[in-house]
């Protein structure tokens, strides 16, 4: 894990009580607010940069909200992390258009580039493979977004170089 997220994490979380100041100065803005546990998720993922278990139990146990409803609504959200994510994000487009142009083909090329599924994180935390319904760039299909980066029309062969443009 890299030296970013041991900063920002809970650490080794072996049971030990662990510093959670980020986290009480967060709950303290929202004590007694009531329906605040998204926000509340929100800003722990902002300042962890995923939501650690231990972060989970942590808000459960100060917001008096049970682990297994957290853990329900952090599931249910798309916008919520259990997991670290790569420094850079990949999002590729498995629309129509794009699917018609060969979106698998670079689908497979990024996983076997990466040595990853989409779904899942490098372990060097560079890389976040996703895919996505449709980026809306069908013109340039088949298309794929790194962070804010749109690149279009690709090809397999293309996508080492990209990938080196971001490591």
């Known amino acids: 894990m890299s030296s970013e997220h041991e900063a920002k994490c809970c650490g080794g979380c072996g049971g030990e009580e ?3 100041e980020q986290m009480d100065t967060i709950l303290s803005k ?10 509340v998720l929100q800003e722990a993922q902002s300042a962890y940069g995923y939501l650690p278990k231990e972060v989970l139990r942590y808000i459960g146990k100060k917001m008096d909200i049970p682990v297994s409803q957290i853990y329900g609504v952090v599931t249910f959200y ?5 997991n ?4 850079n994000i990949i999002r590729v487009c498995q629309g ?7 979106a698998k083909a ?14 899942n994180t490098t372990p060097d935390l560079k890389f976040t493979l996703e895919t996505v319904a449709c980026i809306g760039a069908c013109g340039l299909a088949p298309v794929l977004m790194i962070n804010d980066d749109t690149h279009g029309r690709l090809t397999p062969e293309a996508i080492p170089q990209l990938l080196a443009r971001y490591a």
């Open 78 to 82: 798309s916008q919520f992390h259990l």
């Open 96 to 102: 129509t258009a794009c699917h018609v142009r060969g």
């Open 106 to 119: 670079i689908l497979t090329a990024l996983e076997d580039s990466l040595k990853v599924t989409a779904g």
């Open 18 to 20: 662990q510093n959670f």
């Open 30 to 39: 929202y004590q007694g607010v009531k329906g605040a546990l998204i926000p």
């Open 84 to 87: 670290p994510r790569g420094k």
